[in-house]
């Protein structure tokens, strides 16, 4: 079984600040990682996966994330926060070796950002 | 290209109704997700379509709950009868066929069970 946690289910940055959302995920196979946002009234959006390629993995809006499988870890970064960054962020994981690609989420972070 | 919809967006039902929620994937997905998301909780996995056949089920709750996916197209999910411990936000993802494809998320149904 998979699992994953988020460390902290809310997060006060000043804009320009950096982004640290923390994630640490339990896999008993390979997993595929995911960071995904959710601005208010919209679906999720995919912000950046990995997919055993580089450890250091770009996602978009300049949010980046470093696969650590010692430490079993999947932080999300960012160096300067802007207001737009304001929403929920979720880590998940998958199973590289099932087919059907289904996600396990941890809980959600949700980001205020201060001006 | 038009996103994954869902449809309606907010409903309030009376604990004993029947609710029918609707997904419609991205043209050409044929993998279908539910998801759900209680209050306070963590988003989970319900099913999982590959055209219009369940490839996976593991996360329905309970036989209240039937999704379908005629012709491979949208995806209904009923509950029926609702119980109070259905609200949350319902969401659906469509995926390619195909391994390690992004799934693409539509905006969720907020599902109040009064």
């Known amino acids: 079984a998979q699992s994953v946690t988020q460390l902290g289910s809310h997060v006060s940055v000043s804009e320009g600040a950096l982004v640290l959302l923390r994630c640490n995920y339990s896999s008993s196979v390979p997993p595929y990682l995911f960071w995904y946002v959710q601005y208010p009234n919209q679906g999720l959006q995919l912000l950046l996966k990995?997919?055993?390629?580089?450890?250091l993995v770009k996602g978009i809006n300049g949010f980046e994330a470093e696969f650590k499988k010692s430490e079993t870890s999947f932080h999300l970064t960012k160096p300067s926060a802007h207001m737009s960054d304001a929403a929920e962020y979720f880590c998940?994981?998958?199973?590289?070796?099932?087919?059907?690609?289904?996600?396990?989420f941890g809980g959600g972070t949700r980001v205020l950002v201060k001006p | 290209e038009a996103g994954v919809t869902q449809f309606p967006s907010h409903s309030v039902i009376e604990k004993g109704q029947t609710v029918t929620l609707r997904c419609d994937p991205i043209?050409?997905?044929?993998?279908l997700y539910w998801y759900r998301r209680v209050m306070g909780k963590e988003i989970k996995f319900l099913l999982h379509?590959?055209?219009?056949?369940?490839?996976?089920e593991s996360g329905m709750p309970n036989n209240r709950f039937l999704a379908e996916r005629t012709g491979g197209t949208y995806s209904t999910l009923k509950v029926q009868p609702a119980e109070l411990e259905d609200s949350g936000v319902y969401f659906c993802?469509?995926?390619?066929?195909?391994?390690?494809?992004?799934?693409?998320f539509g905006p969720g149904t907020r599902l109040t069970v009064l």
């Open positions: 998940a994981v998958s199973d590289q070796a099932a087919a059907g690609n289904k996600l396990t």
């Open positions: 993802a469509s995926r390619l066929g195909g391994f390690n494809n992004e799934q693409f």
């Open positions: 043209s050409g997905h044929d993998n």
């Open positions: 379509f590959v055209k219009e056949s369940k490839q996976d």
């Open positions: 990995y997919t055993s390629a580089a450890t």
